[in-house]
């Protein structure tokens, strides 16, 4: 396993951030790690970064007991944290040699992986500008390309598509899929679903500390999105539609505008021809009709609004 | 290549700018020619122990101690930056330990504090040619005061820069910090003829303390008194070190 931990725990005082985590990664496989802002996320990274020590529990990383011998764990991963790192006074392609300097790699490899990075980082017109001339976005692009300045077993990204534009994430998600099929494993966070579904083999749902549910991103819809999503729009407004949908479990109005029916359910096909039936004998008149399987978004979002619901 | 001397490059990258040594060097070199001969209508002489120093020789030497004090300002500079621009927590989560770090600052420090002092020495040479009576004691001398007066300054500017976020902060309060080292101390003017309460702070001022002996060693002035100042230098270096150690040790991330 790349990395194993049992019953981790973090605690600030009162405030558990990580509430006994337990994960098993495999080697060459891309992780998502989601949650919402202040999940326990970057508490997570940190902890298996060996950046901050555990309250309890154990933490393995690449078969090192990561809480014993620390350095021997940082020597074999790399690490994109979510907040901004950057020396403001050097240029990109300084501050990408400097990296590899200090990852001890030989100068000419050195030059080589520079050129290479910022070729595919697409970094050649911002080469010579410093750091601190930067847009938050090339900032992050050139933070996320110096980590490639050097070998590595396990890559954590905390978020790191924060200020890139779209282009740029997409070709960002293409290159670590690249390097995860030559056996990198990357541990990724980010509470962008579409990202998460596009780029991970593997995905854990974490909230309040806790991992809610781990499984590949096809397994974790077919468990949890059995519900499917119709929309109906209405051609007018009808003021009676929710009375006259009182009976039918499973569907929602829209009232603010009064022309919207949302049917969310497993039988959402029998939903469908009952709430049909009705607008028939009523005279109201359908716009537009559609039907959605239930996205990452929507399971994530029903997770965490579960967890947070007051029970829980 | 060793973790630290890794980090001492990169930190002699980062902090060895044109605009710092420019003025690493500017600065002194106005004081020593400038303020040293526009004074000297004021002060004819000084008067050293047994020997007698005109006041751009006696100038030249103070801003030896001045410029060490100065340049370990990088120290703060960089634990300051780190901090600030997030390369702190990146460099702990790469292959070092915090021990490399605060040891790479050290020695940096060091390495700036050896390179200024060697830089004034030079530039003030023809002013202190007449007066220097080189001895045994004269180079182990400037090399004690360069680090033993880097890493007390140098701890000054890290613990400053452990307790303060703001910019602003740091600005004044090290600003102020070092306003009152320089100026308050035997750097520029002697301390005899001073008003009292002005030459008793001059010796509660470790940059005093360090002049004394950088012109000990320049002008074969040694005494018991600047063995006591060695005594006291080293013990405050050490004491602050220690606090500068401890606060980066415990500086959450």
Known sequence: MSITTRSLYKSYGDLTAVNGIDL?????????????????????????????????????????????????????????????????????????????????????????????????????????????????????????????????????????????????????????????????????????????????????????????????????????????????????????????????????????????????????????????????ENNIAIEDLSAMPTTLEEIFLKMVKDTNAPDN | MHPTIRLVNRNLTISLNPGFLVWQVIFPIVYIFVAGFAYTALIDSVQLGDVSLDYPAFIASGMIGFNIMNSTLVSGIIIWNDRRHGMFEQILVGPFKRSHYILSNVYTIAIVGLISAALITSIGYPLLFKSVQFNLLTIPFLIFASIVGSILFGSIASIISTRLRSSEGFNVIINTVFLFFAFVSTAFYPAQGAPEPLATGFYLNPLTYLVDIIRAGIFGTFNEFVMLEMLVLVSVAAVLFVVAIKLLTKLDL
Request: hydrophobic residues 40%; neutral net charge; charged residues 25%.
């Open chain 1, 24 to 280: 098993d990664i495999k080697p060459g496989k891309v992780f998502g790690f989601l949650g919402p802002n202040g999940a326990g996320k970057s508490t997570t990274i940190k902890l298996l970064t060996t950046l901050i020590p555990p309250t309890s529990g154990t933490i393995e990383i690449l078969g090192i007991n990561a809480i014993k011998n620390p350095l021997e764990v940082r020597k074999k991963i790399g690490v994109v944290l979510q907040q901004p790192s950057y020396e403001p006074n050097l240029s990109v392609e300084k501050s990408l040699e400097k990296y590899g300097m200090m990852w001890n790699v030989d100068k000419q490899i050195r030059k080589q992986r520079t050129e290479e990075l910022i070729d595919v980082f697409d970094l050649q017109e911002i080469r010579k500008k410093k750091n601190e001339d930067l847009s938050i976005g090339q900032r992050r692009r050139v933070q996320v390309a110096r980590e490639f300045m050097h070998e590595m077993e396990l890559l954590f990204l905390d978020e790191p598509t924060v200020g890139l534009d779209p282009s740029a994430r997409r070709s960002l998600l293409d290159y670590l899929k690249n390097k995860a099929k030559t056996g990198l494993t990357i541990f990724y966070t980010t509470h962008v679903l579409t990202e998460a579904e596009y780029l991970c083999d593997e995905i854990a749902v974490i909230n309040k500390g806790k991992i809610l549910a781990v499984d590949t991103p096809e397994q974790l819809k077919s468990t949890f999105g059995q519900e499917k999503t119709i929309k109906i729009h209405l051609l007018e407004r009808h003021d009676k539609l929710a009375q006259l949908l009182l009976g039918i479990s499973g569907s929602e109005v829209d009232f603010n505008t009064g022309t919207d029916i949302i049917i969310q359910s497993r039988r959402a096909e029998i939903v469908l021809s009952q709430v049909l039936s009705i607008l028939i």
